[in-house]
């Protein structure tokens, strides 16, 4: 199993640029997660979706848009991309709610915006 | 926030020793879960700890929590190199759908 996959592993944006990231899990797991990491602060969740079709904003949402139209993929778009959104951002799945239970996690993506 | 804080920010120890590191937070909790990041790496789930509950062991890791401090501390014991790494805290409060990390350890095992 290649576990939790993501796409790409690094991106510069210009400001104002749109991307899409991918994620890509081949655990069956129906809970997937959104975070970015910034450097001196821990992880915090921006969405997360807790099956195929539905979606839910975390605690950094705004800026973001994800869709979940396979279970096996989740997918985390910027609109309009702004400096402060450079950072690191992980996906992760969980087959019960990963607040309770073990969350996966893929390796990263290290995303700039100049 | 009820984001975790962990204490200390950076250790440095010989292969072999023990390393501590501690875990604090300001609401109530339904568990705590401990993670491994190696550098330019995803997290890695080590062991999560229920509030009910007030030890868990998983090999080398033992991890302790108290939940009238509200803290928790993480033991590796007989560290070896490849423990080189960052390691989190995250909180699950109660009612909430969130898990909320803390802003790491980074321990350093000296060969």
């Known amino acids: 199993n290649a576990g939790v996959t993501q796409t790409p592993k690094f991106r510069v944006l210009k400001t104002g640029q749109s991307m899409t990231l991918l994620c890509a899990q081949d655990m069956n797991h129906e809970y997937m997660y959104w975070y970015r990491q910034d450097p001196g602060m821990g992880l915090r969740l921006i969405h997360y979706s807790v099956g195929e079709g539905t979606t839910a904003k975390g605690e950094v949402p705004d800026g973001y848009n994800v869709s979940r139209l396979k279970k096996q993929n989740f997918l985390l778009g910027l609109e309009s991309a702004a400096p402060s959104q450079t950072s690191v951002y992980f996906c992760?799945?969980?087959?019960?709610?990963?607040?309770?239970?073990?969350?996966?996690f893929g390796p990263g993506t290290r995303l700039t915006v100049t | 926030s009820q984001q975790g804080e962990e204490d200390p920010q950076a250790l440095s120890i010989q292969e072999g020793e023990n390393a501590t590191m501690n875990c604090s937070y300001k609401t109530s909790i339904n568990n705590l879960q401990w993670y491994r990041q190696n550098s330019g790496r995803g997290l890695v789930h080590l062991i999560l700890i229920r509030s009910n509950e007030r030890e868990k062991h998983s090999g080398r890791l033992r991890v302790t929590l108290d939940t009238s401090k509200k803290s928790s501390s993480l033991l590796i014991t007989a560290s070896r190199a490849a423990d080189t790494a960052s390691y989190f805290c995250a909180t699950a409060k109660t009612g909430a759908n969130n898990l909320f990390f803390g802003t790491g350890t980074r321990l350093t095992v000296i060969p």
């Open positions: 992760a799945s969980s087959y019960r709610r990963g607040w309770d239970y073990e969350q996966y």
